[in-house]
């Protein structure tokens, strides 16, 4: 390999943890790279979880419930857990080429709750924390966008189902429509959907999406979380505020981070970005140089508040940094190979 190969499995992924779905998708990617045969215990571990979950469906309890003040955190907590497990368990059946039973089973209980009606038709209850970039109040979209990912990617050419045609178009629909409201991260997720489930995007529309993110690059070849995850919605009297202080009141990081940079060259390479495009090549080149050598993990920060670095919340971005930009490097190997 050109590259440091010395990412590790940093915890055990709960579900509930949206690192699990990145660490999800890139440990694959990272054991071939390895040439290890096996999953390790961590991985194994996190789609047995899932799958336990997803057998259990109809008994076991969401992981946050009602607390009686009208957030619906029930309702949202199942939509955000039904997405990710049919994604997890999408991901690992693309490797053998077979849709499994477990699979088909979670696909089911996520369209079961695909919304019907209103504002959000198309898309899914999603838990809201006033936390970007997964649980703020434009999160329901980056679900969406989830979603369509893991029906992209089921094998089987799961997508051409007949049941589910209903279901792909109210969700195009959705990402549609909802698509001038986004924030420039959520439009890179949107990329990436677009060139697993066809039909989202005109190549017109990719290109935008790219030419709105180069624009962002910063001159190091990173990207920055903080000034990639704000949209139309936040501006207001406070809004100012929010591009230079974190809810805590601390300064937000203004410096390139692993998490930006790793899942916006991901989705550039996604998207057929040439290999010599210097946009691609300066990302891909901040990886290489920004890897912490001693840890394998690569550098990211929260733009909610400062995080304890050696605590489990401190490792949450930088978890997720570290998986997208395995992700990233193996892509590019494989295209070198």
């Given at each position: 390999m050109a590259w440091p190969v010395a990412a590790r499995d940093h915890h055990t992924f709960c579900i509930s943890c949206h690192t699990a779905v990145p660490y999800a998708l890139s440990r694959p990617a990272l054991r071939a790279a390895l040439g290890e045969q096996t999953a390790t215990?961590?991985?194994?571990?996190?789609v047995d979880d899932v799958t336990k979950r997803v057998r259990l469906w109809n008994d076991v309890k969401p992981f946050y419930t009602d607390q009686g003040d009208g957030t619906h955190k029930s309702a949202q907590s199942r939509g955000t857990e039904a997405v990710l497990n049919a994604l997890i368990l999408a991901s690992y059946d693309s490797q053998s080429g077979k849709l499994g039973s477990d699979t088909l089973l979670a696909f089911q209980e996520m369209w079961a709750l695909q919304e019907m009606t209103g504002e959000g038709k198309g898309a899914w209850g999603w838990l809201q924390f006033n936390n970007e970039p997964w649980e703020a109040h434009d999160s329901e979209y980056y679900g969406a966008a989830v979603a369509a990912v893991a029906a992209g990617e089921a094998p089987d050419n799961y997508r051409a189902a007949p049941e589910i045609q209903n279901n792909l178009k109210l969700l195009r629909e959705?990402?549609?429509?909802?698509?001038?409201?986004?924030?420039p991260i959520n439009h890179v997720v949107l990329l990436w959907a677009s060139e697993e489930l066809p039909g989202l995007l005109t190549r017109n529309q990719q290109e935008a999406i790219i030419d709105e993110v180069v624009r962002d690059q910063r001159a190091d070849g990173g990207w920055s979380l903080a000034s990639l995850c704000w949209t139309r919605k936040d501006w207001s009297a406070m809004s100012l505020v929010k591009l230079w202080l974190r809810s805590d009141a601390t300064p937000l990081e203004p410096k390139s981070d692993g998490y930006a940079t790793g899942l916006i060259t991901f989705a550039l390479e996604k998207a057929d970005l040439p290999r010599v495009d210097a946009h691609l090549k300066q990302g891909l080149a901040w990886l290489v140089r920004n890897q912490n050598k001693t840890e394998g993990r690569w550098p990211a920060y929260s733009v909610n508040g400062r995080r304890d670095p050696s605590s489990g919340t401190g490792h949450f971005m930088s978890d997720a940094a570290?998986?997208?930009?395995?992700?990233?490097?193996?892509?590019n190997e494989r295209h070198r190979m």
């Open positions: 215990p961590d991985e194994r571990e996190l959705y990402l549609g429509r909802e698509y001038p409201n986004q924030s570290t998986a997208y930009a395995v992700l990233a490097l193996t892509e």
